[in-house]
């Protein structure tokens, strides 16, 4: 799918509101990967210092997750009580900085991206065929 700020504001407003980003990039039309691909353009752009659309996703999604994570440490930290759903929040969507079981999830995310990686790899063999 080509780069429409308005498909990807929509996505932004989604993940801000919690929204799983396959959910709502998959609302949207975009395939997951594409999102990714999306991430890793901007990540790239970055280091080379280039202002491009995807380092400036790449910025909005960081300001999104920091506006996500800071919400739910404030609910974690203000409140005695009734907290167990933000820390159960920042340990799954956020789980590379708040969860126990990083090791765990790390690789789990590893295989599923070289699954992806090889389904992709799979379907262009098919179209070429």
């Known amino acids: 799918m080509k780069f429409d700020q308005r498909v990807v504001d929509g996505i932004l407003k989604d993940l801000e509101n919690g929204i799983p980003a396959r959910i709502t990039c998959e609302s949207y039309g975009v395939a ?7 991430i890793e353009n901007g990540t790239k752009d970055l280091l080379e210092e280039k202002n491009t659309y995807y380092t400036q996703f790449l910025a909005s999604l960081r300001n999104v997750h920091k506006k996500v994570i800071s919400r739910h440490l404030k609910r974690v930290v203000e409140n005695e009580k009734g ?4 820390e159960w929040y920042l340990e799954r969507a956020f789980w590379q900085y708040f969860s126990s079981k990083v090791a765990e ?3 789990e995310d590893r295989l599923n991206k070289l699954e992806n990686k090889r389904m ?3 379907e262009i063999t098919k179209e070429s065929a």
């Open 32 to 38: 997951y990967p594409t999102f990714k691909r999306w």
């Open 83 to 86: 907290h167990k759903g933000a």
């Open 105 to 107: 999830i790390d690789l």
């Open 120 to 122: 992709e790899e799979n």
